[in-house]
């Protein structure tokens, strides 16, 4: 059976680039603020910095412009040819690379970084087994005193703020989104169904998508048993407390 990021991600990955247009912006504050927060922390001011799962790039670009030599990976082909063209309309050709690779093959990967990120819920598209096995494997690809950061949405929130739909019109689109979540695995299922916003409100695409949202202290055990001794979790790249109230978790380790 084809796993959805193949047909999501690679299939229709036409339909998914806009979700990143509409996030550029926002790679900008959070890259100054996950630099700040990662000075507070660890005292750690990163040079280089590999971005797991990068999508169309919008978080190597804003590194490479802060100053860092940045490389992302990500397994969609379309997703990359986006990056590498914003890249060169930004002229950062010399400090933003990347790389068609599989964040599951981490293992075939030689180097070493002082920051790995992981934004967006990347982490947990597959089982446990597989997230425990790409932290290990990043944790090795860090430098001596090399930071992982993590960004996810909070599970605790998600469940007490839980909407089985939503209804979004912009843009000339009517948006539907259904969700479910499966108590016994604690994956979320999410359906959405766009409609052109004219007249009949004609049916233009769905697309689907299935992934584990982890509890806090879930992800911190994460992080722990992939070997990281040091783990530190806030309420958003700001450094915020973490509170049931928190819809990001923003987990450092090292």
Not at 32 to 40: N, Q, S, V, W, Y
Not at 155 to 172: H, I, K, P
Not at 215 to 226: G, I, K, S
Not at 229 to 235: K, Y
């Amino acid at each position: 059976m084809t796993h959805w990021t193949e047909t999501l991600f690679r299939e229709q990955a036409d339909l998914y680039v806009p979700f990143f247009e509409e996030r550029f912006d926002a790679a900008e504050e959070q890259a100054d603020r996950l630099l700040d927060l990662l000075a507070t922390e660890f005292d750690a001011d990163p040079e280089t910095a590999l971005d797991v799962a990068c999508g169309a790039g919008r978080h190597v670009i804003a590194f490479a412009e802060r100053g860092l030599d940045a490389e992302g990976l990500d397994f969609s082909e379309r997703f990359l040819e986006e990056a590498r063209e914003r890249v060169r309309e930004r002229g950062l050709a010399d400090s933003a690379a990347f790389r068609h690779h599989d964040m599951r093959e981490l293992d075939e990967l030689t180097g070493s970084y002082d920051l790995v990120t992981s934004f967006w819920n990347s982490l947990g598209y597959y089982d446990r087994a597989t997230d425990e096995r790409v932290l290990a494997e990043a944790r090795r690809l860090l430098s001596e005193r090399g930071v992982l950061a993590i960004e996810a949405s909070n599970r605790d929130f998600y469940l007490a703020n839980f909407e089985e739909s939503s209804v979004d019109e912009s843009d000339g689109r009517l948006t539907v989104e259904r969700r479910e979540y499966d108590v016994t695995t604690g994956r979320f299922h999410t359906q959405l169904d766009v409609f052109d916003a004219g007249e009949g409100y004609e049916h233009d695409c769905s697309m689907e998508w299935e992934n584990r949202i982890y509890a806090p202290a879930a992800l911190r055990e994460l992080c722990e048993d992939a070997g990281f001794e040091e783990v530190r979790l806030s309420g958003g790249f700001d450094g915020a407390e973490l509170t049931m109230e928190s819809d990001t978790v923003v987990v450092l380790a090292r």
